[in-house]
């Protein structure tokens, strides 16, 4: 009997070694980054640059493949429900690992991702048309007591959406529509899709001069808005929010895998090219590790059920 334990052992040890092997070598097929959202935004150029860089150190091809639709979901399932192998990895936005598991509608559970690290925090923005009478969150407020304003965003229960909306109601107003779009961009506000947007300035920097910015959904004002208060500054309940996004792995890929992942977003947000985008759009790119990461998700799941309660969202 010891004799069948001693080999037993030695062949668990010699499976354990062939994969640590095996993870060593990862890649050792095609990997797909996963954007929910269109192409050209921040988080999918710096998406881009960080499969190109995965590509470039070790060999095997790596692409973003943009996935939008139901505010992120489509993108996010698929990678829930990818297997956990490193072999598909979500670039994603706080709602998908947050309000996006939340509620009875969520399509997955709040465990089924697993973050590598979050490398973007994005300058958001609340704008209008340069000829809009209003010029800041409480003069919109009071506006559109009165007026209807409507509201164009990339879906209702993200998470900028719930802040403009909250924001507005704070302050004693409410927009009399709103509507979602796969795209928030300068044509929203010029073809009179929508009264306000709120978008990232990734997605207006063509027409910033053309447009009236009411506040930025920032921790503080932006390099290429500076005279424009953030959202908690003008809305003293929402102060210091602000949106980043992440790499994020279904559960239990192994941390191997989620290590070499890692190291590689680090490089990329570390380089001179990367530097020049934040400068440049008024972004903050960084790397917060996994474990800082988690507890910001954590954070944020707290946070955002919060908003969600008192703007009673229910889906």
């Known amino acids: 009997m010891k004799k069948i334990a ?9 499976l354990a070694a062939l994969g640590g092997a095996a993870l060593a070598e990862y890649p050792e097929k095609p990997v797909t980054f996963v954007v929910p959202w269109p192409p050209g935004d921040l988080e999918d150029v710096l998406t881009r640059m960080i ?16 996935k939008p639709g139901g505010g992120g979901v489509v993108g996010g399932l698929d990678v829930a429900t990818a297997a956990p192998d490193g072999y598909t990895i979500g670039s994603l936005t706080v709602g998908i690992p947050t ?4 509620g009875p509608d969520a399509q997955f559970a709040a ?8 490398f973007l925090t994005y300058p958001f923005l609340i704008a209008a048309k340069a000829d809009a009478p209003y010029s800041s969150m409480a003069e919109l407020a009071e506006y559109s007591k009165a007026n209807p304003v409507r509201l164009g965003h990339f879906g209702y229960g993200i998470e900028p959406t719930m802040m403009t909306v909250y924001g507005v109601q704070e302050l004693g107003g409410a927009f009399s529509a709103e509507a979602a779009f796969d795209a928030v961009d300068c044509s929203t506000l010029a073809n009179g899709d929508a009264d306000v947007i709120n978008t990232t300035a990734q997605l207006v920097l063509s027409c910033l001069g053309e447009i009236k910015v009411l506040a930025t959904i920032t921790g503080d004002r932006t390099a290429i ?5 953030t959202l908690g500054e003008q809305v003293p309940a929402l102060q210091g929010a602000s949106l980043w996004n992440g790499l994020f792995v279904p ?11 890692a190291a590689v977003a680090q490089t990329v947000v570390a380089s001179e090219a990367a530097q020049e985008i934040a400068k440049t759009t008024g972004a903050l790119v960084y790397w917060q590790d996994q474990a800082a990461a988690t507890e910001q998700v954590a954070k944020d799941m707290v946070d955002l059920a919060a908003l969600r309660e008192k703007l009673g969202v229910t889906e």
Do not use: H, W, Y
């Open 6 to 14: 001693l080999l037993g052992s030695a062949a668990a040890l010699a």
């Open 51 to 66: 499969a190109e860089e995965l590509q470039a150190q070790t060999g095997v091809p790596a692409a973003v493949v943009n």
């Open 99 to 102: 309000v996006k598991t939340m």
């Open 111 to 118: 465990d089924a991702l697993e973050p590598v690290g979050i």
């Open 225 to 229: 808005t500076p005279d424009v208060p």
């Open 251 to 261: 559960k239990g890929t192994p941390q191997e895998v989620k290590d070499k992942i």
